[in-house]
């Protein structure tokens, strides 16, 4: 059974413009979340999507946003990027009625 | 509101000793708790979780957990540290509403031959 996949592995961006990152779950999952890694913050949830909706968001502005697919594939999008959102961003999907989530490698986003 | 606390930043143990990786959660509901393991740029393996069935945990790599309630703490043991366990380490409870993980800010483990 294949795991979560995101891509890019890494994306090197300006400050300014804007990233989009992608994700798609473990087949059968339909939920899928987005958390930031960043250096001395550690893990902070982003994002929740379920059936295709945006059913949770963490503390983050809105120019942090995204979607989820009828496959249920996933898109981070990060608008008017800022130094301090270099970090890890991971993709973790679970199945309905099970609470385990499966992360991803991770997106490794660079602002420079 | 649920948080979680791991205490020590950074653990360093001799291959073939004792690993106690330590974690105290808030929680004002019964939690759901999860330990996992991050190796260099990969993303995150899960390790063991409680569901509030067994409080002793086994997991996979031979590490365990054991859920005590009166000390608010699901700490990950393993009795006996081998280089490849060398990681960075995550406690994390599932937030009150299902909806989300609460991680702590990981443990570093170093281990030294």
């Known amino acids: 059974e294949a795991g979560v996949t995101q891509s890019p592995t890494h994306l090197i961006k300006t400050r300014g413009q804007q990233a989009t990152l992608r994700c798609s779950p473990i087949s059968g999952h339909t939920s899928v979340y987005w958390y930031q890694q960043a250096l001395g913050l550690g893990l902070q949830f982003l994002l929740w999507y379920d059936e295709g909706e945006e059913r949770n968001r963490g503390n983050f502005p809105p120019r942090f946003s995204g979607r989820q697919f009828p496959n249920y594939s996933s898109e981070l999008n990060v608008n008017a990027l800022e130094l301090e959102d270099s970090a890890l961003y991971l993709c973790a999907s679970r199945t309905e009625g099970d609470y385990e989530q499966y992360f991803g490698p991770g997106t490794r986003l660079t602002v420079t | 509101a649920q948080s979680v606390t791991q205490l020590g930043s950074h653990v360093s143990v001799s291959e073939g000793a004792l690993v106690l990786l330590r974690c105290n959660y808030s929680?004002?509901?019964?939690?759901?708790l999860f330990w996992y393991v991050q190796y260099p740029n990969q993303g995150l393996q899960l390790l063991l979780k409680?569901?509030?069935?067994?409080?002793l945990v086994k997991g996979i790599n031979g590490f365990e957990a054991e859920f005590k309630k009166s000390e608010t703490s699901f700490h990950l043991t393993k009795p006996s540290a081998h280089m490849t366990d060398a990681a960075e380490y995550f406690c994390a409870v599932l937030n009150q509403a299902g909806t989300a993980l609460i991680f702590g800010k990981g443990t570093t483990l170093s281990v030294s031959s």
């Open positions: 929680s004002s509901v019964p939690p759901y």
């Open positions: 409680y569901t509030s069935a067994a409080t």
